[in-house]
């Protein structure tokens, strides 16, 4: 900053008196700044980093610190569960928790082990994933049908929406005596029941992406000339896919969930019937066992769930990715 005053008086003592006062400033503010990049708003976050100035020096340069979570952590979603564990084995080893209400986690293996050598663990498996996968397939296409006809035409979407939210008011273990009275108590009202958990997720989150499509599309693909069939493949499903996928991963859960119960009714296997079993004589540790099998067929399907998500919406950038 430069400031530079100048003052001149000139005095003339004769026929009359002149005084001249002449004052000039000028301030030139140039203020130096250095290379810093940026200007950084309130409350952002910085590092500093070195780099490389042309004349070889090392110069130090502000670098922003972005604000999404960062990188995914490898296998991140089992560090809850591995917690919980340690948790439970902590407090065990302890003498904290109650062996006969929760037995320690060391138990609770010995337990599955010898069930599975002995046969009976293997078999339950293999019924509970067969009823699972047959009420899953028919909820998921039932889904996605539905869902397509109710989103894409105002006459099925008359038809259809009510029905499947009046369908959704209603608990669905509360059809199951009326289910039972229809298909009787055999293994078709449970895959049917398994079926109605599934498909209601799945229609709703379908259906609320295929009406939450942006119109400018719509507009765009008539100017393009598409016909229905491009039209679908080419603006809806893409539009639908993420909503799909959300409904796709409750539906996955719900089919376990509904399991659970189903196999406590009238059944002769599956983990629920194991379950059932082991509480009328008073075995938590075959009880935890059955829970913990559900936990990590939940976790894993979710887990494939989403690994198809991130394949198939490979084009997408959020904040997951």
């Not at 339950?124 to 894409?152: H, K, M, P, Q």
């Not at 499947?164 to 608990?171: E, K, S």
Request: a positive charge.
């Amino acid at each position: 900053m430069t400031i530079s005053t100048s003052t001149s008086t000139s005095t003339g003592t004769g026929t009359g008196t002149q005084t001249s006062t002449g004052t000039d400033t000028a301030v030139n503010a140039a203020p130096t700044v250095a290379a810093v990049g940026a200007v950084e708003p309130v409350g952002a976050v910085a590092a500093v980093e070195p780099v490389e100035a042309g004349d070889g020096s090392r110069v130090r340069r502000r670098r922003r610190r972005g604000l999404a979570p960062g990188r995914p952590w490898p296998a991140s979603r089992l560090a809850g569960p591995l917690l919980l564990i340690a948790l439970w084995a902590a407090a065990s080893a302890a003498g904290r928790l109650d062996t006969g209400a929760i037995p320690a986690p060391w138990t609770v293996l010995k337990t599955g082990v010898h069930l599975w050598t002995d046969g009976t663990l293997t078999t339950d498996v293999l019924t509970s994933l067969e009823r699972a996968g047959y009420g899953f397939a028919i909820g998921l296409v039932a889904g996605v049908t539905l869902a397509l006809a109710s989103g894409l035409t105002r006459t099925g979407e008359a038809l259809i929406d009510g029905t499947v939210q009046l369908n959704r008011a209603i608990p669905t273990l509360g059809l199951i005596p009326l289910f039972i009275l229809w298909l009787g108590i055999g293994e078709t009202f449970k895959i049917a029941i398994i079926a109605i958990v599934v498909y209601i997720p799945i229609y709703l989150n379908t259906h609320a992406a295929l009406s939450g499509i942006d119109h400018r599309f719509v507009e765009l693909a008539e100017v393009q000339g598409l016909s229905k069939v491009r039209f679908i493949r080419q603006i809806v499903i893409p539009g639908a896919l993420p909503g799909f996928f959300v409904g796709l991963r409750l539906g996955v859960t719900g089919s376990w969930l509904g399991l659970v119960v189903l196999e406590q009714i009238n059944a002769t296997s599956g983990l629920g019937y194991m379950m059932f079993q082991a509480q009328n004589y008073g075995q938590s540790d075959v009880i935890l066992v059955g829970l913990l099998i559900y936990g990590v067929f939940g976790l894993i399907s979710d887990s494939a769930v989403r690994l198809i998500e991130r394949r198939v919406l490979s084009w997408r950038r959020t904040l997951s990715s």
